[in-house]
């Protein structure tokens, strides 16, 4: 099992960037596909992109080219850049893990989870 926890939350104003972190203990790290994952009240968790134990990534469409992640796999962190932040992109972020080699953009097939952090964009 692994326990996530993410932090690099906070406010911004639209067009600025943030930095979120996932910092992964209690197994081995590489061993674990890595997602991102936002929700908004009311609403189903979204995907927003995802890193291989590759480190090959896809993200949804709504954040291509503006959102980034990559992975250490020394440090057991996974990171999230998202630059150009648009109001639409407040939510709350989560991390999500799976081990071996899930190709998958659903929430649900994830089975571990950080707490999440909050994201908020000001226009």
């Known amino acids: 099992q692994v326990q996530l926890v993410e932090s690099g939350g906070g406010l911004v104003q639209a067009g600025g960037s943030l930095r979120l972190s996932c910092v992964a203990s209690g197994r081995t790290f590489s061993d674990y596909v890595m997602a991102w994952f936002r929700q908004t009240p009311g609403k189903e968790r979204e995907f927003v992109g995802r890193i291989s134990r590759g480190s090959n990534t896809i993200y949804a469409d709504s954040v291509n080219g503006r959102f980034t992640i990559s992975r250490d796999n020394a440090k057991s962190t996974v990171y999230l850049q998202m630059n150009s932040l648009k109001p639409e992109d407040t939510a709350v972020y989560y991390c999500?893990?799976?081990?071996?080699?899930?190709?998958?953009?659903?929430?649900?097939?994830?089975?571990?989870w950080g707490q999440g952090t909050q994201v908020t964009v000001s226009s």
């Open positions: 999500a893990a799976q081990m071996g080699f899930t190709t998958s953009t659903r929430w649900r097939e994830y089975p571990y």
